[in-house]
């Protein structure tokens, strides 16, 4: 919030975070939900629709009579609103949730683990972007972080393979016990990635 003190007023602020926090997050769950449940292709056009969704109101927000970042909250939580109200009434799984204290329990340090690493990833991946805009101010940043974004696209096909090789060695794990399978994964996530 201090970065964006001067840019942004407290109210414009708490509207996007409330989108993303409060609207935005819970459209994730229902895509890990149907990833987890091995329904891929309705995760995938719940994404499709979800962005296409944002994206309308991007193309509506370009028709407003007052183009502010004020006015362009309300677009985005609409946008964000509307995705949310499709993944649920329609792509999230109809089936009753088990609360299983037990498991839970059991689970409960390497979830702590894992949200840690979370935390510190989105913490690092967004760092960078706060220091372009302490230091060369809001029109710096807003084009660093749309040429990141453009780089984070070129990682699209890497991070889907890595997740179809880690899934296929969580079934087969002798599956890297051969040099050459090795030095394929290792050349194919290098040729792809330059």
Known sequence: LVFFASTVPLSVFAAIVFAEALLWRPVEVALIVNNGLGKFGRAALMTILATALRALGAVLFMFA???????????????????????????YPRQRLRLRLALYLRRLADSIYVAGAEVLFYLQMEFDKLLVLAIGGPHLAGIYAIIMRLVDLTAIPIRTFSMMLVQRMMRAPELLSRLSVKSGIEGGVFAVST
């Open 65 to 91: 009579v007052q183009p502010s970042i004020g006015v362009w909250s309300w677009y985005y939580i609409g946008a964000n609103a509307a995705s949310l109200l499709i993944a649920f009434g329609f792509f």
